[in-house]
């Protein structure tokens, strides 16, 4: 009788999970503009404007006392937050131009709120190597991490921090910052039609109520003639929800170009990207960063993320040289649908490459002579293993290494547990699969499974350091931390 060998064991990927943990924090607070509908606004206007000098005096010294120590330049805020009832303002009879400025900066003050971003969530981190990477010793780094911070009414944004990685991998934070720091933003001048109605298509916006938007616009539009198209239209009481709906969305899409730019002595680690469009009213969702390295050697810093508006997604697109000023734009082409969009870090052919979960189950991978057009997905991967048989997708951009492409992937298996595996793929065609693990590298621990979504482990990005890879994950989307895994373990692991 011949011998038969026994199954061969597979032996997990060993990881080291280090005991650092970002945790929401409910003293991090943005003063934002708030107003309470139009006619109890007037009401509180009213009551303002029937107020002596003396009294204004008083109560505008009040609120700068208690305030002011927790903005940065907070006045600033109540300018633009009063000029933003100019038209209110103007329609009670009252000159808005000969209001005097401590009276404008009470108004403001009635119509802002503190808000706070990280009071409810602390999670879905990406790293990257900083801009910096001056006066440090050997085996060091500097990163910038991102994290998608979440307050009251589930509204997430993005900011930062920044810390050094050293020879044995262990995270020493930088210094965080107290005031924050919203940014200037300028809306984007003058748009292309043609892919302007294409975008449209995308979003199944219907011809018949584009059209007469957009018929009389010329090749090339300003922003403003489009939002005075669309708001005389919205004027008409009598147009039919679904019409009205469809021309709000337009007005979402001309409001998803924007540039926005941070103060230079804000510190990383105080600069916040709040929603600023109606695309993103409510929420930006999973940025992930990475360090883009073109063909002529230039370096730029690119992130995708999901804006959602309450009822629709939007796939957007971020760019920054020095993470002070950042360019900001929606994704085009049918292959740019959905969450879980993630660029490679460098060209491949010539050609800019993007991973993609158009479809919520299944990865794709595109290649594009734009970074922001994407079409003609192809199926890179089915889920294949009893953790990930519900859906999958990636963990954030592909890592270039020497066997391959390292693609971080998240699963969802029994009872909506995510687990976090990896994957790795041919450098030169990276449609080609060399190898996969078929356990996860990371599942959610017994201290890791309660949060505001249990059982869930994810991440947005990750790098190799000293020959290791440093994976931040989200701990059941509520805080972050991080683990390291060696290299030639993992390359092992891929090859099994």
């Known amino acids: 009788m011949p011998y038969l060998s026994a199954p061969q064991k597979y032996m997990r990927v060993p990881v080291t999970r280090k005991h650092v943990n970002f945790l929401p924090d409910s003293s991090r607070v943005i003063a934002r503009y708030f107003m309470n509908g139009e006619e109890p606004t007037k009401d509180m206007l009213t009551l303002v404007f029937a107020m002596s000098d003396a009294e204004v005096h008083t109560a505008l010294d009040q609120v700068l006392r208690e305030f002011a120590y927790r903005h940065r330049n907070i006045t600033r805020l109540f300018n633009r937050h009063c000029d933003n009832a100019k038209g209110l303002i103007e329609k009670m009879q009252i000159n808005f131009n000969g209001i005097s400025e401590e009276r404008k900066l009470l108004i403001g003050s009635y119509l802002t709120m503190e808000y706070s971003i990280e009071s409810t ?6 790293i990257i190597p900083d801009v910096d990477q001056t006066y440090l010793e050997e085996g060091e780094m500097r990163v910038i991490i991102s994290f998608r911070a979440t307050g009251e009414g589930h509204i997430s944004s993005i900011v930062f921090r920044r810390a050094i990685l050293d020879k044995n991998n262990d995270l020493h934070l930088m210094h965080i910052g107290k005031s924050m720091d919203t940014a200037e933003v300028s809306q984007k001048k003058s748009y292309h039609k043609g892919r302007f109605v294409k975008k449209m298509k995308e979003m199944k916006i219907p011809e018949k109520y584009s059209k007469v938007i957009v018929e009389d616009l010329p090749d090339h539009f300003e922003y403003s003639a489009l939002k005075k198209s669309v708001n005389n239209i ?20 001309v409001d998803s170009y924007y540039d926005i730019e941070f103060h230079r002595d804000s510190d990383i680690s105080e600069r916040v990207i709040y929603p600023i469009s109606e695309s993103e009213s409510g929420g930006i969702e999973d940025a992930r960063f990475v360090r883009f390295t073109d063909d002529d050697g230039c370096v730029k810093y690119y992130a995708t993320y999901t804006a959602y508006n309450g009822h629709a997604i939007l796939p957007k ?27 490679f870090p460098k060209r491949i052919k010539g050609k800019y490459a993007m991973l993609s979960r158009l479809d919520g189950v299944n ?14 997905p192809i199926l890179l991967q089915k889920p294949k293993y009893p953790w990930e048989f519900s859906k999958m997708g990636n963990c954030g951009s592909p890592i270039w290494t020497e066997k391959g492409w390292l693609i971080i992937t998240h699963g969802v298996g029994p009872m909506r547990r995510y687990c976090i595996g990896a994957s790795l793929f041919d450098l030169d065609d990276p449609t080609k699969e060399i190898g996969r693990l078929k356990e996860p590298l990371l599942m959610p621990l017994e201290n890791e499974r309660e949060g505001y979504v249990p059982n869930v482990v994810y991440s947005c990005g990750s790098l190799i350091h000293n020959n290791n890879l440093i994976l931040p994950f989200a701990v059941s989307d509520y805080s972050t931390t991080y683990a390291v895994i060696e290299m030639e373990a993992l390359f092992k692991g891929l090859k099994n």
């Open 121 to 126: 969530a602390f999670f879905n981190p990406s």
């Open 363 to 376: 990865n794709y991978i595109m290649f594009s002579d734009r970074n922001t057009l994407w079409t003609d």
């Open 234 to 253: 919205l004027k008409d009481t009598s147009i039919s929800d679904s019409r009205r709906l469809a021309l709000e969305e337009i007005t979402w899409l």
């Open 317 to 343: 697109f971020l760019c920054t040289d020095d993470f002070t000023t950042f360019r900001i734009m929606p994704l085009h082409g049918k292959g740019a649908m959905g969450k879980n969009l993630a660029l």
